[in-house]
């Protein structure tokens, strides 16, 4: 089963207290995109410029990603530059250029507008909206968002709520978008607004996912060694999604899978930087560290 992915490719400059990278792959839409393509077929709807390298488009052809919605248009490539501190929560940013994502209209390819699962990325939420109308009778849609939107575009947010299934987005954008400081009642309140199931990404401290009838918490991998949580986010919803999309099992039980399968990948992209990690993973190495994460939260009752 296969699942539509749309948001930002990028070029990206980023140091972290354990290195650099100059001018690598990235975006929203990159990130989800070939995590979610160990688990289930992707088709991917973003625009890059006439400056982007060949060998990204290899990678992408190499994880057998529909490419049929990716515009090429006249222009650079989206560009980020950003700085991580010690903590590694949340990045400096030293330099955005939109370039031709400024003007990105998304359009979703026929064939594509059957899709049964879909993820809206971190885009303005009217292009989030024209990606919905696009749609015939998606099964699941999930979004994501950011503290620019929330703050900017609250009104076209809103009306995506409306008619998503899943959200998901980190602590300090569920408590803006809410206005709770409390992650609980901070959930209760983005529920009522139309999803049915929200997932805070909590980074090193893991996950939690909330519906009308339950609250599941995920731990967080510990991992030795972390270069670079650029795209971590990302790539967890393109394993939660992918997972989802392969299984087709949306119960709550699935659903908890699939936050695990989510953290997962996660818990790789931040080994190393840009996709260098992801694009040399094994399905073996990925149910290994499933089972692991399935023995970080056992125990056993008295």
Known sequence: MSILMVGSVA?????????????????SAIYSSVSASYFTEVQLVAVVGTDFPEEHLA?????QIDLGGLERAP??????????????????????????????RPKVPEPSRDAEFVFLANI??????TVLRQMRHPRLVACDTMNFWIER?????????????????????????SGEPNLVRAARRILGAGPDTLVIKRGEYGALMFSNDSIFSAPGYPLESIFDP?????????????????TRDLTDEGLRRAVIFGSVMASFTVEDFSLNRLRQL??????????????????EDI
Do not use: C
């Open 11 to 27: 070029m990206d400059s980023v140091e972290t207290p354990f290195g650099k990278a100059e001018a690598v792959l990235g975006g």
């Open 153 to 177: 575009k609250r009104e076209g947010l809103e009306r995506v709520l409306e008619k998503v299934d899943v959200v998901i987005i980190n602590e300090a954008e569920a408590r803006q978008l």
């Open 124 to 129: 303005d939420p009217e292009l989030q909206l």
């Open 75 to 104: 222009g650079q490539t989206f560009r980020w530059a950003g700085r991580y501190g010690f903590d590694l929560s949340e990045p400096e940013t030293l330099e955005t250029r939109l370039n031709v994502f400024e003007q990105f």
């Open 282 to 299: 094994t399905y073996p190495e990925i149910e290994a560290r499933y089972k692991e994460f399935k023995r970080l939260a056992h125990f």
């Open 230 to 246: 650029t795209g971590a986010g990302d790539a967890f919803a393109g394993g939660f999604l992918g997972y989802l999309a392969n």
């Open 59 to 63: 990678l992408l052809a190499d994880r």
